[in-house]
């Protein structure tokens, strides 16, 4: 089991950077690949990003790429987002995940293990 604790969230303007983290403990870190998703109030959850076990690959939402960068640090047991260009509708509460599927996953249902969330909400 993997313990998943996301930080960094927050109010910013449009157009302004943000920097989540997720801290896991417990078993191996580098056994997952990491991914973010992020729900607004009335929608699914819907993917960000996601990262495999070694870092050596990523990929992205269609509504983020460009302007978000997930990345890792399997020394420090930690996976971050860059948000880059903040849009309002990128407005939501942002969940770190851990999947053992090797390359990471675009499907939720793939990840057994979750954070508890981080609010990021971006103003106009």
């Known amino acids: 089991q993997v313990q998943l604790v996301e930080s960094g969230g927050g109010l910013v303007q449009a157009g302004d950077s943000l920097r989540l983290s997720c801290a896991a403990s417990?078993?191996?870190?580098?056994?997952?690949?990491m991914g973010w998703f992020r729900q607004a109030p009335g929608k699914e959850r819907e993917f960000v990003a996601a990262?495999?076990?070694?870092?050596?690959?990523?990929y992205y939402g269609d509504s983020v790429k460009g302007r978000f960068t997930i990345s890792r640090d399997n020394a420090k047991n930690t996976v971050y987002l860059q948000m880059n260009s903040l849009k309002p509708e990128d407005t939501a509460v942002y969940y770190c995940a851990a999947t053992s599927v090797v390359g990471g996953s675009y499907d939720r249902n793939d990840y057994a293990y979750w954070g508890q969330g981080t609010q990021v909400t971006v103003s106009s």
């Open positions: 990262i495999s076990r070694s870092g050596g690959r990523t």
């Open positions: 417990g078993r191996t870190f580098t056994r997952y690949a």
